[in-house]
């Protein structure tokens, strides 16, 4: 579904900046309906990595397809969630969950208020982001890519934000919305418990420039309890101990 192929990326600078090879290299396939969580260092280039594989951003060097088509452009079936919510302001929660989609007819309109729904967002509709608690606000940008139908969600620390409950409440919704609409999902993180908890594959990067230092299955995402399992903290421990060692 989605593959990277020796990508390579480096900001050009001027101005004072100095040219900054942020990607060094990296290859990863991610079969459809799969989950990878990249996890690295602070400022290694995840968020790029993203950017590129939204198609909001081209590389220096190497390439990505999705769905066997060379990424140039963004895509409808693929939606990037960032750091922040990307919400407009100005619009409703209405607004903002539709905004983007061409609502041709009864179908994307019937799409927009059932992704609301399963996000419980339902009664929310005609209030702006200022009004909205930022749990209420992540789950805005979920129905956003929900309603839109994406084949690909991408996301980038969507959740670091929020308080230890809302987060994890959130996370819950995220995966069984993963599991009941299969789409394919990469989320980028520094939080370790959130990789093991997202990722059927985690793939740690190296500090920048980054690249792939190792890549662990983790088969049991998206099991009953797995977030209670001695299993889960096995592999946060695992995990950490790469990243530290
Ligand atoms: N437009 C730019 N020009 C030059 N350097 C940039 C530009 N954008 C980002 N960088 C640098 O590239 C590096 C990677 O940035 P990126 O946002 O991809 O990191 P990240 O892994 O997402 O970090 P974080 O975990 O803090 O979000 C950083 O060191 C950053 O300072
Ligand atoms: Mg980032």
């Known amino acids: 579904m989605i593959e990277v192929d020796d990508l390579a990326l480096t900001y050009p600078g001027g101005n004072d900046i100095p040219e900054t090879q942020v ?20 400022g290694c280039g995840k968020s790029s990595l993203l950017y590129i594989l939204a198609g909001l951003m081209k590389p220096t060097a190497g ?20 750091q922040d919510t990307g919400l407009l302001p100005w619009k409703t929660v209405w607004q903002n969950a539709i905004f983007g989609l061409t609502l041709k007819g009864p ?13 419980g967002l339902k009664g929310m509709e005609h209030r ?22 994406a084949q690909v969600l991408l996301m980038d620390e969507p959740l670091a934000a929020l308080d230890t409950l809302t987060k994890e409440h959130t996370q819950n919704l995220i995966l ?10 990469v989320l980028v993180t520094h939080d370790i418990e959130e990789a093991v908890f997202f990722g059927q594959r985690i793939v740690a990067l190296s500090k920048r420039p980054a690249s792939i230092v190792d890549e662990i299955d983790n088969p049991d995402v ?7 399992s001695s299993e889960f903290f096995r592999k946060v421990r695992q995990i950490r101990a790469l990243l530290t060692s």
């Open 63 to 82: 390439q990505v397809t999705i769905a066997e088509e060379p990424v140039n452009r963004p895509r409808p079936d693929v939606a990037l969630i960032l």
């Open 222 to 228: 998206g099991e009953e309890a797995y977030r209670q």
């Open 128 to 149: 702006y982001p200022s009004q909205l608690s930022g749990g209420e606000k992540k789950r805005v940008g979920l129905a956003r890519a929900l309603a839109q139908n």
């Open 23 to 42: 990607i060094d290299g990296i290859d990863l396939n991610v079969e459809a309906g799969k989950s990878v969580a990249v996890i690295g260092p602070s």
């Open 176 to 185: 069984a919305l993963w599991k009941k609409h299969e789409f394919t999902l």
């Open 107 to 119: 179908m994307s309109l019937k799409q927009s208020k059932r992704a609301l729904k399963e996000l």
